[in-house]
T-cell receptor
Framework: DTAVSQTPKYLVTQMGNDKSIKCEQN?????MYWYKQDSKKFLKIMFS???????INETVPNRFSPKSPDKAHLNLHINSLELGDSAVYFC?????????????FGQGTRLTVV | AQSVTQLDSQVPVFEEAPVELRCNYS??????LFWYVQYPNQGLQLLLK??????LVKGINGFEAEFNKSQTSFHLRKPSVHISDTAEYFC???????????FGAGTILRVKS
């Protein structure tokens, strides 16, 4: 059983399109995240949700809109895709509490905008 | 704000040799420290973490790391590497009661036979 699963694994799309990435975790965690890994492999947090409430929004363009229908799911919708959005997007989850809890990552979604 | 510097972007090493991957952090508050590994085309997996107590922490796959508060470092070590350790390694920090991991730029470990 995959703990944190993302779909799709690969996504190739044209500039200007709108696309969504889905994430589900079966760990019973309260907190979920989206991270972006750019072409230089640098990982940066985009959003964090705790019990469906947005708690971190790291100056991400408003073309990116996360949605958490329940605490086990955190989807990422991207409008008007741009070339610079090409990256690997990772979903993660952790138990709420102190900052010492482990984050579990999905396998990533490689988004290529052409 | 916290930041993490991984001093080496790539570390080539021969199989069965020891290796050290360096990590320095900056923070004005107490932090927790982590090392994650990313194998090709996969997500990140926790290797080990330092929360408190003994400054030497042991993780999976024979890795260990030492927390040095005075030098604000958390270097990762393995006494004898295998080909299968070839991966990218990320050092990360999170402040106490924080909910945001801040990652370093990663170090690619290439183990050669």
């Amino acid at each position: 059983d995959t703990a944190v699963s993302q779909t799709p694994k690969y996504l190739v799309t044209q500039m200007g399109n709108d696309k969504s990435i889905k994430c589900e975790q079966n760990l019973g965690h309260d907190t979920m995240y989206w991270y972006k890994q750019d072409s230089k492999k640098f990982l940066k947090i985009m959003f964090s949700y705790n019990n469906k409430e947005l708690i971190i929004n790291e100056t991400v363009p408003n073309r990116f809109s996360p949605k958490s229908p329940d605490k086990a799911h955190l989807n990422l919708h991207i409008n008007s895709l741009e070339l610079g959005d090409s990256a690997v997007y990772f979903c993660a989850s952790s138990q709420a509490g102190t900052g010492g809890t482990e984050a579990f990552f999905g396998q990533g979604t490689r988004l290529t905008v052409v | 704000a916290q930041s993490v510097t991984q001093l080496d972007s790539q570390v080539p090493v021969f199989e069965e040799a020891p290796v050290e991957l360096r990590c320095n952090y900056s923070s004005s508050v107490s932090v927790y420290l982590f090392w994650y590994v990313q194998y090709p085309n996969q997500g990140l997996q926790l290797l080990l973490k330092y929360l408190s107590g003994s400054t030497l922490v042991k993780g999976i796959n024979g890795f260990e790391a030492e927390f040095n508060k005075s030098q604000t470092s958390f270097h990762l070590r393995k006494p004898s590497v295998h080909i299968s350790d070839t991966a990218e390694y990320f050092c990360a920090v999170n402040r106490e009661y924080g909910n945001k991991l801040v990652f370093g730029a990663g170090t690619i470990l290439r183990v050669k036979s």
